[in-house]
């Protein structure tokens, strides 16, 4: 007889970028990152986790970069919002291609597509085993998907936010660039924001801190970390107080 699965996590919101999408391309989607994702959250699901998931729209569009190619931030950042809106549909179909139930639910009001989020509502689906996908962003310019990562974690009561990247965790240097780079265990908000150690952005941290809310940095590209992760294994660096 098989051993349970001990958990540490029951309710966890899922940040993913939405550069990670496109795998190997420069742009758009990558199915077997789709397909990935989808696996891995199904698995994560039918340990009895509850899931919600913030997803960036950085294969699509990004704000900020938009700028240079002469978009105002305001108009860069609603076209971002809407990139996360197409992301969180493409993985939706994957997740329910494998029977998962799944909801998109998005900050601003595309009722024809998805759902208006309403934070009661989504806890509602997350008790009745729904996967829940929060796109749109929080519907203003400005703030990053990591900021409303950040916020709907506090709003729903998350256990934790992982941010799921293409690293394994937090280093003291680019990992990418430099073949001397340390990977942190566990770092602290105020180490985290004074070191500028590119977890997310300064508000988002901020947010996490004055709530509590302990965010994990992992790569959720390696098959199985997603429910690695929610079990509590150490592959990746941990931000608290």
């Not at 420069?26 to 397909?35: C, K």
């Not at 105002?72 to 076209?79: A, S």
């Not at 965010?215 to 590209?221: E, K, M, P, R």
């Amino acid at each position: 007889m098989e051993a349970p699965i001990m958990l540490k996590y029951k309710r966890i919101l899922l940040k993913l970028s939405g550069e990670a999408l496109a795998g190997n391309k420069e742009f758009g989607f990558s199915n077997e990152v789709l397909e990935s994702f989808a696996k891995q959250i199904k698995d994560v699901h039918e340990k009895g986790v509850e899931i919600a998931i913030v997803i960036g729209g950085g294969n699509i569009f990004r704000g900020i970069s938009g700028m240079e190619k002469g978009f105002d931030r305001v108009t860069g950042d609603t076209m971002g919002m809407l990139a996360t809106i197409m992301n969180g549909l493409a993985l939706q179909n994957s997740i329910e291609n494998l029977g998962v139930p799944t909801r998109v639910m998005t900050a601003l009001q595309m009722p024809q597509v998805a759902e208006l989020y309403i934070r009661r509502k989504a806890i509602r689906h997350l008790e009745k085993g729904r996967v829940v996908i929060f796109a749109g962003g929080t519907s203003n310019p400005y703030f990053t998907t990591d900021s409303s990562g950040a916020l709907r974690a506090v709003e729903i009561q998350a256990d934790v936010l992982a941010k799921g990247t293409k690293v394994d965790g937090i280093y003291d240097k680019d990992p990418m660039k430099f073949d001397d780079a340390v990977r942190y265990d566990t770092v602290t908000f105020d180490e985290a924001i004074s070191k500028n150690l590119g977890v997310m952005d300064t508000a988002a941290l901020s947010l996490c801190r004055e709530n509590e809310m302990p965010i994990v940095v992992f790569n959720a590209l390696e098959e199985g970390n997603i429910l690695k992760m929610a079990q509590g294994d150490n592959i990746g660096t941990t931000v608290k107080k």
